[in-house]
């Protein structure tokens, strides 16, 4: 069955990086884009962007534009998310999602960034 | 972008009743590409319905999506205990994609 199986929680200082991710199974990894979703505390789902493992090619949203990159390791079938200068309001759960014809999601990363 | 809006933003119903949640897109989603999610507290997004209409794998028949030009619906039939939480929409047939702001539907 098909698997998104993302790292573990991390905690980061202000102005800190996190790299998130996210290891797919049971299906071509570079058949589908893999895009990443993020929900802080009590707030709704946020989209950042999609990743097409085919090529590597990305899309950002505009939030977040300048301080995060998305990259594909086709070889071991992972999917990463880097996202730099980080603030209290980057605190959230962090999900990626290959969305296509099918959809699945990881079990999500939580991301907290406290002094 | 298109700009998901879903309404109510909370739904009180009680168990076998009738739930009817709202998506309205700000313009057409291409391929009627959009998906419904439940979400409980602690938990991943679930998906429940992909492209307007198709149920996601083990989801029961008592969830449908319909769409009526840029209108999409989620209704759930008779609700059983565990389908009270909270429901997002999202469109994914265009970049960026974006989320519906959700609504929760809670035990009356």
């Known amino acids: 069955q098909v698997q998104l199986v993302q790292s573990g929680a991390e905690v980061k200082k202000p102005g800190a990086s996190v790299k998130v991710s996210c290891k797919a199974s049971?299906?071509?990894?570079?058949?589908?884009?893999i895009h990443w979703v993020r929900q802080a505390p009590g707030q709704g789902l946020e989209w950042m962007g999609w990743?097409?493992?085919?090529?590597?090619?990305?899309y950002y949203a505009q939030t977040f534009q300048g301080r995060i990159t998305m990259t594909g390791d086709t070889s071991i079938s992972t999917a990463y998310m880097e996202l730099n200068s980080l603030t209290s309001d980057d605190t959230a759960v962090y999900y990626c999602?290959?969305?296509?014809?099918?959809?699945?999601w990881g079990q999500g990363t939580l991301v907290t960034v406290s002094s | 972008e298109i700009v998901l809006t879903q309404s109510p933003g909370t739904l009180s119903l009680s168990p076998g009743q009738r739930a009817t949640l709202s998506c309205r897109a700000s313009q057409s989603v291409s391929g009627n590409l959009l998906a419904w999610y439940q979400q409980k507290p602690g938990q991943a997004p679930r998906l429940l319905i992909r492209?307007?209409?198709s149920r996601a794998t083990g989801i029961p028949d008592r969830f449908s999506g319909s769409v009526s030009g840029t209108d999409f619906t989620l209704t759930i039939t008779r609700l059983e205990p565990e389908d009270f939480a909270v429901y997002y929409c999202q469109q994914y047939g265009d970049a960026p994609g974006t989320f519906g702001q959700g609504t929760k539907v809670e035990i009356k």
């Open positions: 999602a290959r969305i296509g014809v099918e959809i699945d």
């Open positions: 049971g299906y071509t990894f570079s058949a589908y884009y």
């Open positions: 990743l097409n493992p085919n090529g590597g090619g990305t």
């Open positions: 492209a307007a209409y």
